[in-house]
């Protein structure tokens, strides 16, 4: 089990940066597969970033411009995102999968693969 709050969300203008924060209390992060997944209004939930070992993936939509990292030490996973575009309004999840396999080099963007979400943080990025 583990408990995951995000933070780090607020209002930045276009082509600004934020870096989110996904704290972990409970066991090592380190032993999970991690994702952040966003949602805007009105829209489906969407894959944004993940990371599984030493393996990073992004969504077409982010790539260049955000980056996954973990630290071990903290127990924590970041986001971070630059050159914000309006359409990186949303609300931002952490998720965390309770062990891998091969197959998850797959499925590392369905949201059904992971065990447990944070609360969220909005990200609002004007024009």
């Known amino acids: 089990q583990v408990l995951l709050v995000e933070s780090g969300g607020g209002l930045v203008q276009a082509g600004g940066s934020l870096r989110l924060s996904c704290a972990a209390s409970?066991?090592?992060?380190?032993?999970?597969?991690m994702g952040w997944f966003r949602q805007g209004l009105g829209k489906e939930r969407q894959f944004v970033a993940g990371?599984?070992?030493?393996?990073?993936y992004y969504a077409d939509s982010v790539k260049g411009r955000f980056t996954i990292s973990r630290d071990n030490s903290k127990n924590t996973v970041y986001l971070q995102m630059n050159s914000l575009k309006p359409e990186d309004t949303a609300i931002y999840y952490c998720?965390?999968?309770?062990?891998?396999?091969?197959?998850?080099?797959?499925?590392?963007?369905?949201?059904?693969?992971?065990?447990?979400w944070g609360q969220g943080t909005q990200v609002t990025v004007s024009s």
């Open positions: 998720a965390a999968r309770d062990g891998v396999d091969v197959a998850f080099v797959f499925k590392y963007a369905l949201g059904s693969e992971y065990d447990f």
């Open positions: 409970g066991r090592p992060l380190s032993s999970y597969a």
């Open positions: 990371m599984s070992g030493r393996n990073m």
